[in-house]
T-cell receptor
Protein backbone atom coordinates (compact mmCIF):
# COMPACT_ATOMS: atom_id res chain seq x y z
CA UNK A 1 0.00 0.00 0.00
CA UNK A 2 0.91 3.69 -0.10
CA UNK A 3 2.88 5.52 2.53
CA UNK A 4 4.35 8.95 2.94
CA UNK A 5 8.03 9.02 2.14
CA UNK A 6 10.60 8.77 -0.63
CA UNK A 7 10.40 5.02 -1.23
CA UNK A 8 7.77 3.85 -3.65
CA UNK A 9 5.76 0.97 -2.19
CA UNK A 10 5.73 -2.08 -4.41
CA UNK A 11 3.34 -4.91 -5.02
CA UNK A 12 4.03 -8.04 -7.05
CA UNK A 13 1.24 -10.39 -8.12
CA UNK A 14 0.93 -13.41 -10.33
CA UNK A 15 -0.91 -12.98 -13.60
CA UNK A 16 -4.55 -13.92 -13.11
CA UNK A 17 -4.58 -13.13 -9.39
CA UNK A 18 -6.47 -10.23 -7.89
CA UNK A 19 -4.55 -7.12 -6.80
CA UNK A 20 -5.38 -4.77 -3.97
CA UNK A 21 -3.69 -1.38 -3.79
CA UNK A 22 -4.26 0.77 -0.74
CA UNK A 23 -4.19 4.49 -0.15
CA UNK A 24 -4.46 6.57 3.01
CA UNK A 25 -5.70 10.04 2.18
CA UNK A 26 -4.99 13.09 4.23
CA UNK A 27 -8.02 15.32 4.50
CA UNK A 28 -11.31 14.34 6.08
CA UNK A 29 -13.01 17.06 4.02
CA UNK A 30 -12.05 15.38 0.74
CA UNK A 31 -15.20 14.58 -1.17
CA UNK A 32 -14.00 13.13 -4.45
CA UNK A 33 -11.29 10.61 -5.24
CA UNK A 34 -9.66 9.28 -8.38
CA UNK A 35 -7.37 6.35 -9.04
CA UNK A 36 -4.80 6.92 -11.77
CA UNK A 37 -2.49 4.49 -13.53
CA UNK A 38 0.86 5.77 -14.73
CA UNK A 39 3.12 3.82 -17.05
CA UNK A 40 6.78 4.67 -17.34
CA UNK A 41 7.36 7.94 -19.19
CA UNK A 42 3.66 8.68 -19.60
CA UNK A 43 1.10 10.88 -17.92
CA UNK A 44 -1.38 9.52 -15.36
CA UNK A 45 -4.37 7.76 -16.88
CA UNK A 46 -7.79 7.95 -15.25
CA UNK A 47 -9.04 4.55 -14.04
CA UNK A 48 -12.02 5.10 -11.78
CA UNK A 49 -13.45 7.69 -9.45
CA UNK A 50 -15.68 7.72 -6.39
CA UNK A 51 -17.55 10.41 -4.52
CA UNK A 52 -17.71 10.63 -0.77
CA UNK A 53 -21.39 9.72 -0.66
CA UNK A 54 -20.48 6.24 -1.90
CA UNK A 55 -18.43 3.47 -0.34
CA UNK A 56 -17.97 1.28 -3.38
CA UNK A 57 -17.85 1.69 -7.13
CA UNK A 58 -17.16 -0.87 -9.80
CA UNK A 59 -15.74 -0.57 -13.26
CA UNK A 60 -14.40 -3.01 -15.76
CA UNK A 61 -12.17 -5.36 -13.72
CA UNK A 62 -11.65 -2.62 -11.12
CA UNK A 63 -13.42 -1.80 -7.87
CA UNK A 64 -12.75 1.15 -5.59
CA UNK A 65 -13.67 1.02 -1.92
CA UNK A 66 -13.87 4.10 0.27
CA UNK A 67 -13.77 4.06 4.06
CA UNK A 68 -14.24 7.61 5.27
CA UNK A 69 -14.02 6.63 8.92
CA UNK A 70 -10.35 5.76 8.59
CA UNK A 71 -9.64 7.87 5.49
CA UNK A 72 -8.75 4.87 3.37
CA UNK A 73 -9.19 4.00 -0.27
CA UNK A 74 -8.44 0.77 -2.03
CA UNK A 75 -8.30 -0.27 -5.65
CA UNK A 76 -9.02 -3.87 -6.48
CA UNK A 77 -8.00 -5.21 -9.87
CA UNK A 78 -9.52 -8.53 -10.83
CA UNK A 79 -7.61 -11.10 -12.89
CA UNK A 80 -4.49 -8.94 -13.07
CA UNK A 81 -2.79 -8.87 -16.46
CA UNK A 82 0.78 -7.96 -17.50
CA UNK A 83 -0.59 -4.73 -18.99
CA UNK A 84 -1.67 -3.69 -15.50
CA UNK A 85 1.97 -3.27 -14.46
CA UNK A 86 2.38 0.42 -13.65
CA UNK A 87 2.43 2.89 -10.78
CA UNK A 88 -0.98 3.56 -9.27
CA UNK A 89 -1.87 6.82 -7.55
CA UNK A 90 -4.88 7.86 -5.59
CA UNK A 91 -5.80 11.54 -5.79
CA UNK A 92 -8.08 13.38 -3.39
CA UNK A 93 -10.04 16.53 -4.06
CA UNK A 94 -11.12 18.77 -1.21
CA UNK A 95 -10.90 22.34 -2.35
CA UNK A 96 -11.48 24.11 -5.63
CA UNK A 97 -11.24 20.91 -7.63
CA UNK A 98 -7.55 20.59 -6.85
CA UNK A 99 -6.21 17.08 -6.83
CA UNK A 100 -3.61 16.01 -4.29
CA UNK A 101 -1.69 12.85 -5.01
CA UNK A 102 -0.19 10.22 -2.77
CA UNK A 103 3.22 8.66 -3.31
CA UNK A 104 1.97 5.85 -5.51
CA UNK A 105 2.32 2.08 -5.52
CA UNK A 106 4.31 0.21 -8.13
CA UNK A 107 2.47 -2.89 -9.33
CA UNK A 108 4.42 -5.64 -11.08
CA UNK A 109 2.54 -8.52 -12.66
CA UNK A 110 4.51 -11.73 -12.93
CA UNK A 111 3.60 -13.79 -16.01
CA UNK B 1 -10.61 10.27 -28.28
CA UNK B 2 -9.83 13.81 -27.11
CA UNK B 3 -6.49 14.24 -25.40
CA UNK B 4 -4.49 16.87 -23.58
CA UNK B 5 -1.60 17.81 -25.85
CA UNK B 6 1.77 18.83 -24.48
CA UNK B 7 5.01 19.83 -26.14
CA UNK B 8 7.84 19.21 -26.21
CA UNK B 9 7.91 15.64 -24.87
CA UNK B 10 11.53 16.01 -23.81
CA UNK B 11 13.69 19.03 -23.11
CA UNK B 12 17.30 19.30 -22.08
CA UNK B 13 18.51 22.72 -21.03
CA UNK B 14 21.50 24.20 -19.29
CA UNK B 15 21.05 25.75 -15.89
CA UNK B 16 20.34 29.48 -15.95
CA UNK B 17 18.65 29.19 -19.34
CA UNK B 18 14.97 29.83 -19.98
CA UNK B 19 12.61 27.01 -20.90
CA UNK B 20 8.93 26.92 -21.82
CA UNK B 21 6.30 24.19 -22.01
CA UNK B 22 3.04 24.29 -23.90
CA UNK B 23 -0.30 22.63 -23.16
CA UNK B 24 -3.52 22.40 -25.17
CA UNK B 25 -6.34 21.04 -23.00
CA UNK B 26 -9.29 18.98 -24.15
CA UNK B 27 -11.72 21.19 -26.04
CA UNK B 28 -14.30 22.75 -23.75
CA UNK B 29 -12.36 22.12 -20.55
CA UNK B 30 -12.42 25.30 -18.51
CA UNK B 31 -10.03 24.13 -15.80
CA UNK B 32 -6.35 23.61 -16.55
CA UNK B 33 -3.64 22.42 -14.18
CA UNK B 34 0.13 22.31 -14.28
CA UNK B 35 1.75 19.67 -12.10
CA UNK B 36 5.38 18.81 -11.45
CA UNK B 37 6.36 15.21 -10.83
CA UNK B 38 9.75 14.27 -9.45
CA UNK B 39 10.82 10.71 -10.22
CA UNK B 40 9.36 8.27 -7.72
CA UNK B 41 6.82 10.72 -6.32
CA UNK B 42 3.26 11.76 -7.02
CA UNK B 43 2.42 14.87 -9.06
CA UNK B 44 2.41 18.16 -7.15
CA UNK B 45 0.15 21.00 -8.20
CA UNK B 46 1.93 24.14 -9.40
CA UNK B 47 -0.92 26.23 -10.76
CA UNK B 48 -4.62 25.95 -11.55
CA UNK B 49 -6.53 28.05 -14.08
CA UNK B 50 -10.24 28.52 -14.48
CA UNK B 51 -10.62 29.88 -18.02
CA UNK B 52 -7.94 32.59 -18.23
CA UNK B 53 -7.80 33.29 -14.50
CA UNK B 54 -5.41 31.81 -11.98
CA UNK B 55 -7.34 30.00 -9.24
CA UNK B 56 -4.33 28.86 -7.24
CA UNK B 57 -0.62 29.41 -7.74
CA UNK B 58 0.39 29.12 -4.11
CA UNK B 59 2.87 26.32 -4.89
CA UNK B 60 4.40 28.01 -7.92
CA UNK B 61 7.95 29.33 -7.27
CA UNK B 62 7.15 32.75 -8.63
CA UNK B 63 10.72 34.00 -8.58
CA UNK B 64 11.47 31.77 -11.54
CA UNK B 65 8.24 30.17 -12.74
CA UNK B 66 5.40 31.82 -14.61
CA UNK B 67 2.26 30.48 -16.21
CA UNK B 68 -0.31 32.03 -18.47
CA UNK B 69 -3.49 31.09 -20.25
CA UNK B 70 -4.25 34.27 -22.11
CA UNK B 71 -7.32 33.25 -24.09
CA UNK B 72 -8.53 30.62 -21.70
CA UNK B 73 -7.57 27.77 -23.97
CA UNK B 74 -3.93 26.73 -24.29
CA UNK B 75 -1.34 27.50 -21.66
CA UNK B 76 2.40 28.07 -21.31
CA UNK B 77 4.57 27.35 -18.29
CA UNK B 78 7.96 29.07 -18.22
CA UNK B 79 11.01 28.67 -16.06
CA UNK B 80 13.68 31.37 -16.04
CA UNK B 81 16.36 30.74 -15.01
CA UNK B 82 16.28 26.95 -14.84
CA UNK B 83 18.05 25.26 -11.93
CA UNK B 84 19.31 21.70 -11.57
CA UNK B 85 16.52 20.94 -9.09
CA UNK B 86 13.90 21.74 -11.71
CA UNK B 87 14.60 18.46 -13.49
CA UNK B 88 11.27 16.65 -13.41
CA UNK B 89 8.22 15.70 -15.47
CA UNK B 90 5.87 18.63 -16.05
CA UNK B 91 2.30 17.49 -16.49
CA UNK B 92 -0.68 19.39 -17.76
CA UNK B 93 -4.22 18.29 -16.98
CA UNK B 94 -7.67 19.62 -17.74
CA UNK B 95 -11.18 19.09 -16.48
CA UNK B 96 -14.62 20.04 -17.67
CA UNK B 97 -15.74 22.12 -14.71
CA UNK B 98 -14.66 22.99 -11.22
CA UNK B 99 -16.42 20.64 -8.89
CA UNK B 100 -15.70 16.95 -8.57
CA UNK B 101 -14.87 16.20 -12.16
CA UNK B 102 -12.13 13.93 -13.37
CA UNK B 103 -8.92 15.55 -14.56
CA UNK B 104 -7.30 14.16 -17.71
CA UNK B 105 -3.54 14.36 -18.08
CA UNK B 106 -1.27 14.88 -21.03
CA UNK B 107 1.86 12.81 -21.63
CA UNK B 108 4.04 15.39 -19.95
CA UNK B 109 7.32 17.12 -20.72
CA UNK B 110 10.41 15.51 -19.26
CA UNK B 111 12.82 18.32 -18.35
CA UNK B 112 16.48 17.68 -17.67
CA UNK B 113 18.59 20.60 -16.48
CA UNK B 114 22.34 20.12 -16.89
Amino acid sequence: GESVGLHLPTLSVQEGDNSIINCAYSNSASDYFIWYKQESGKGPQFIIDIRSNMDKRQGQRVTVLLNKTVKHLSLQIAATQPGDSAVYFCAENFTGNQFYFGTGTSLTVIP
Amino acid sequence: EAEVAQSPRYKITEKSQAVAFWCDPISGHATLYWYRQILGQGPELLVQFQDESVVDDSQLPKDRFSAERLKGVDSTLKIQPAELGDSAMYLCASSLRTANTEAFFGQGTRLTVV
